[in-house]
């Protein structure tokens, strides 16, 4: 089987899956990280040397206070949970894009993984 050098995943939908189950559109995006630790581990384990998230555009900021929050928490509390497993299997995480435009809660922890 080929493994590709590079996978690229846009993480689209998991709010609307979440309605989809009479959930609310957060509790999505909190399984969608969930999945993303699934999906790193896999890509270290099959060989994939660049795994690129597409996670969050410029058009998510529009989205309500409460979601916006919350996804920043989900990426906070991510960095922080994964960081010793990422030192541990050698994952360098590299986020590219508007960064300052995050809040500082969730921009200093992701500063210090990167």
């Given at each position: 089987?080929?493994?590709?050098?590079?996978?690229?995943?846009?993480?689209?939908?998991?709010?609307?899956?979440?309605?989809?189950?009479?959930?609310?559109?957060?509790?999505?995006?909190?399984?969608?990280?969930?999945?993303?630790?699934?999906?790193?581990?896999?890509?270290?384990?099959?060989?994939?040397?660049?795994?690129?998230?597409?996670?969050?555009s410029t058009e998510n900021w529009k989205r309500p206070d409460f979601e916006i929050s919350t996804l920043m928490n989900i990426l906070k509390n991510y960095v922080l949970s994964e960081r010793k497993l990422m030192l541990?299997?050698?994952?360098?995480?590299?986020?590219?894009?508007?960064?300052?435009?995050?809040?500082?809660?969730?921009?200093?922890?992701?500063?210090?993984?990167?």
């Amino acid at each position: 089987m080929r493994i590709p050098r590079h996978l690229a995943i846009i993480m689209d939908g998991n709010g609307r899956w979440a309605v989809s189950q009479g959930k609310p559109r957060t509790y999505g995006h909190e399984i969608g990280s969930e999945r993303v630790r699934e999906i790193v581990t896999a890509c270290r384990e099959y060989g994939v040397e660049v795994l690129t998230l597409y996670s969050f555009s410029t058009e998510n900021w529009k989205r309500p206070d409460f979601e916006i929050s919350t996804l920043m928490n989900i990426l906070k509390n991510y960095v922080l949970s994964e960081r010793k497993l990422m030192l541990d299997k050698g994952i360098r995480l590299h986020a590219i894009g508007q960064i300052d435009r995050l809040p500082m809660y969730a921009r200093i922890p992701l500063r210090k993984v990167m």
